[in-house]
């Protein structure tokens, strides 16, 4: 689903949830997650992780509350695309396509055959 690596070391004085926001907001920072990149869903990562649902809620809503990471209802928990409109205005479009590509019934891979055709259609 995404490339988020978050490891919860269980013995640390710092707690779960805390260790789970600083990591994410790291990764967000750095660029390993970039904008727009989808993060598990809360239920998914706890299972990973080994921790309670109400641990990565927690984290994610601060998360959240930062603006590192944002909710797009039942599409899921997205990296921020922050502040810049064209990102913003970018990954619409991108979801808008995604969203439309997977009702036909497409994969990833004739997705992208089929943006990298149009992108050479309007050179």
């Known amino acids: 689903m ?28 750095i660029g390993t997650l970039a904008a727009g990149t989808r993060l598990p869903t809360v239920r998914g990562l706890a299972d990973e992780l080994g921790v309670a649902p109400g641990t990565v ?38 979801m808008e396509y995604a969203t439309r590509i997977r009702r036909l019934g497409l994969n990833h891979a004739a997705a992208i055959a089929h943006l990298n055709a149009a992108f050479d259609a309007t050179a």
């Open 57 to 94: 809620a927690r984290a994610y809503r601060a998360l959240e509350e930062d603006r590192v990471i944002e909710t797009r209802g039942r599409h899921g928990t997205f990296v921020s695309v922050g502040g810049d409109p064209v990102a913003r205005e970018a990954f619409a479009a991108a």
């Open 2 to 29: 995404s490339t988020v690596s978050v490891v919860v070391d269980h013995s640390a004085p710092t707690p779960p949830y805390e260790q789970i926001r600083a990591q994410i907001a790291e990764q967000a920072r």
